[in-house]
T-cell receptor
Framework: KAGVTQTPRYLIKTRGQQVTLSCSPISGHRSVSWYQQTPGQGLQFLFEYFSETQRNKGNFPGRFSGRQFSNSRSEMNVSTLELGDSALYLC???????????FGPGTRLTVT | AQSVTQLDSQVPVFEEAPVELRCNYSSSVSVYLFWYVQYPNQGLQLLLKYLSGSTLVKSINGFEAEFNKSQTSFHLRKPSVHISDTAEYFCAVIRYGGSQGNLIFGKGTKLSVKP
């Protein structure tokens, strides 16, 4: 089976812009979770989608949003970018949202 | 709520020496436990998992971890490390059951294997 894929791998944006990141889960996996990784805060959970519904949400401002499509692919959007949004954004998929999660290579977002 | 503490942020070790990366967790409910490894500029790779059954779990590349419920620990060990084991290792937990699909991670331990 193909692994989790994320596009794009690298992004450079300017403060105030918005960005959309994409994630394709492993075939058959219905749960997609998003995480932000920074040197200072480590790995932090953003949100989880299961069967097109947001099932769980971390402690991030409303500028961070996401959605899931009927084929389980997911997108996350960050509006009004801030310098502090610079991070590696990781997507993970799992069969039901419990147990092990499998991660993609991440999208490196740099906000200037 | 759950939390994970990785007691060492960096562990330097010589090649072929044994290593232990420590992980303790706190949770009021039952959890699943994981170790993930991250190589530079890559995502996380699942290294080991404890879901149920035997408390000692092993990976195909020689790592093992033991779940100790009384000490709420899940330490990662390898009897002889290689240069290629140089990476950052993350311990993580997820709540057992329910609908919470979010892993709680420790801050990570950077393992540096020197020749």
């Amino acid at each position: 089976k193909a692994g989790v894929t994320q596009t794009p791998r690298y992004l450079i944006k300017t403060r105030g812009q918005q960005v959309t990141l994409s994630c394709s889960p492993i075939s058959g996996h219905r749960s997609v979770s998003w995480y932000q990784q920074t040197p200072g805060q480590g790995l932090q959970f953003l949100f989880e989608y299961f069967s097109e519904t947001q099932r769980n949400k971390g402690n991030f401002p409303g500028r961070f949003s996401g959605r899931q499509f009927s084929n389980s692919r997911s997108e996350m959007n960050v509006s009004t970018l801030e310098l502090g949004d610079s991070a590696l954004y990781l997507c993970a998929s799992s069969f039901l949202g419990q147990g092990e999660q499998y991660f993609g290579p991440g999208t490196r977002l740099t906000v200037t | 709520a759950q939390s994970v503490t990785q007691l060492d942020s960096q562990v330097p070790v010589f090649e072929e020496a044994p290593v232990e990366l420590r992980c303790n967790y706190s949770s009021s409910v039952s959890v699943y436990l994981f170790w993930y490894v991250q190589y530079p500029n890559q995502g996380l790779q699942l290294l080991l998992k404890y879901l149920s059954g035997s408390t000692l779990v092993k990976s195909i590349n020689g790592f093992e971890a033991e779940f100790n419920k009384s000490q709420t620990s899940f330490h990662l060990r390898k009897p002889s490390v290689h240069i290629s084991d140089t990476a950052e290792y993350f311990c993580a937990v997820i709540r057992y059951g329910g609908s919470q699909g979010n892993l709680i991670f420790g801050k990570g331990t950077k393992l540096s294997v020197k020749p």
